[in-house]
């Protein structure tokens, strides 16, 4: 039985210092640096969780990351044959981005929704100089905002869904970053894609941000930690458990116990003759 695991990794599975939300780093694994400093960490439980994960499933890193960000990362397991970047915008084999998969999407999102550089000048146009850190456009796709949380009106964030929801983008928060992306921009299609090509019997899912609930959806059994915007905003769907703990820890429970224990229990069954 071949059971895809797909995991969303900001604040899923790897976390900020900030994002941890721990009072120190003991324990806790360096798995990206940037500008010779560290940047994300894996605990060494969630670590040794993901050893035994990728060891009986297929899994997948699934993220919104751009190729670059995403090949910052070093996840103490084997290189994955598949690998999804760009929100579901480019699907890697082996580490190589696959041209028929991309112009798949590029020729989606020329049906179904607004041009980046209209979306991508509206935001400059609106976001102001003193609360907007950066402004960038991501793999020629989709953007985004680097923000001051603390200065940004809550107000400006509604005014971007209404702005863009009839254009066919979504907006997603995501700590300091506010995205604006393509509605036919899923993480779910690129993970359908490689369960065909996997000929997987079950796909399990995990995610924290807006931008996920699609991805969790989809699943054949889904989990969420107890942070994100998923939580905030207290989203469920069916097969789609909540957990409570936040932070690094829900990351924890969330691979190490929930997708471990998911995927042990879908091949057992399999065995018996019957799925759960």
Known sequence: MTVLVASDLDRTLIYSRDAA???ALDGLLCVETYQDA???????????GLAALVERTEFVPVTTRTREQYKRINLP??????????????LLVNGVPDPRWHRAVRQRLAAGSADLAEVSEWL???????????????????CYL????????????????????????????????????????????????VAGRMEADTVLAA?????????????????????????????????VQALTERGI????????????????????????????
Not at 38 to 48: C, G
Not at 249 to 276: N, T
Request: charged share 25%; hydrophobic share 40%; with cysteine.
């Open 77 to 90: 397991i084997p290189p994955r044959r598949y690998a999804i970047c760009a929100n579901g915008g480019h």
């Open 21 to 23: 939300e721990v009072d």
């Open 124 to 142: 400059a146009k609106t976001a102001d100089p003193q609360w907007t850190l950066k402004h960038r456009e991501a793999e020629d796709l989709f």
């Open 146 to 193: 680097v923000v001051d949380r603390t200065a940004m009106p809550s107000s400006y964030v509604d005014e971007m869904i209404g702005w863009c929801d009839p254009r066919g983008w979504e907006v997603s928060v995501q700590g300091r970053k506010v995205y604006a992306v393509p509605r036919d921009l899923t993480k779910s299609g690129a993970v359908a894609e």
């Open 249 to 276: 820890a829900g990351g924890e429970e969330a691979v190490v116990e929930w997708l471990l224990a998911a995927a042990d229990h879908r091949v057992s069954s399999a065995g018996l003759g019957y799925a759960l």
């Open 207 to 239: 995610g924290d941000s807006l931008l996920d609930a699609e991805l969790l959806a989809a699943a054949d059994a889904a989990v969420r930690p107890g942070h994100g915007e998923l939580a905030d905003s207290n989203w469920s769907a069916p097969r």
């Open 38 to 48: 560290p940047l994300s960490y894996l605990s060494e439980k969630a670590a040794a």
